[in-house]
């Protein structure tokens, strides 16, 4: 009887595994949390009120604009978590849908607030001209 040692594999021959997702990725928010714009939130032409609540520039919510999450869905195609945000704005409150990069915990923004506050201003670029 003989023993054959096992093959060695080409690891350049193994498909990646780096586009598979082992499911949906989980909402970082939840309902009922208060959040801020972190950029001017335009309209994608996905907005039911968008010709008719924006601004001239397209601009359904402004940035540092006050919200709270009222429902958490998932966008199947790029298996993200999509956040519908009642915002308070200037003609009233206004709900759009949004992306995590999108907008930031209110509570989170006051921290960075306090710690830059706190922190030492230190001139950049240093000596005298």
Do not use: K, N
């Not at 096992?6 to 939840?30: K, M, Q």
């Not at 945000?85 to 759009?96: D, I, L, N």
Request: aromatic content about 4%.
């Amino acid at each position: 009887m003989s023993i054959t040692p096992p093959a060695t594999v080409d690891p350049s021959a193994v498909p990646s595994l780096a586009g598979l997702s082992a499911g949906p990725r989980e909402p970082r928010y939840a309902w009922g949390q208060a959040v801020v714009a972190l950029d001017d939130l335009r309209d994608d032409g996905s907005h039911p009120d968008g010709a008719v609540g924006a601004a001239a520039s397209g601009v359904l919510v402004e940035q540092g604009s006050p919200g709270e999450v009222v429902q958490v869905g998932h966008h199947a195609d790029s298996d993200q978590p999509v956040y519908v945000v009642e915002f308070a704005t200037a003609g009233g409150p206004r709900v759009v849908g949004c992306l995590e990069e999108e907008i930031m915990l209110a509570s989170e923004l006051a921290d960075l607030a306090a710690q830059a506050r706190a922190e030492p201003c230190t001139p950049h670029g240093g000596g005298a001209r």
